[in-house]
């Protein structure tokens, strides 16, 4: 457990996900990584431990430059999976959120519960306006994290992104700050 984690119910914790941990992080991408391959390239940015200390450490820049943020998602104190802040313009007011997870963590809610926490902390922390949530198109999982977030499908960037050699439909989904204002008062304020 981190001193700086949050309770995500059932025995799992969100946290950060720093440098410092990419040998914890490197074997959780080798437990999940085909899994986690299908549809993100995680699994192909961190093939050996320099490569994921380097991944960990783009994410700390970003944090520090405050244009991105990772947070790995803990279950029963091992990393199971994550969500991150691709991106994040402050003074744009827009930010875009990820997932994955290594396939025993697969089904318990965690990607969800993990999403609301952090786009709770950008909406009322940070003043973000427009939350985006960038699914492939195949990728049911994510597009149903989405659909559970309440977010809206905006459309589907055709055939716009290269991955492994075949091009993916992007599907992109969003949620306005009021939107999302307005779903957590309907969970009586959860």
Known sequence: MSVFSLSLGDGAELGPLEPWQAEEYLAHIDRGR???GRYIALADVAPDLPSARAFLQSYA???AADTGR???IRQDGTLVGGVLFRTMD???GTCEAGCWLEPAAVGRGLVTRAARAIIDWAVDVRGIHRVEWLVAAG???SVNVAKRLGMTRDGVLRESHLYR???QDIEVWSVLAPEWHALRAGEGGA
Do not use: L, Q
């Open 70 to 72: 990772i947070f790995g």
């Open 34 to 36: 085909a899994y986690i």
């Open 139 to 141: 990728n049911t999982a």
């Open 165 to 167: 050699g075949a091009r």
């Open 61 to 63: 820049d970003k944090t």
């Open 90 to 92: 402050v003074a744009a």
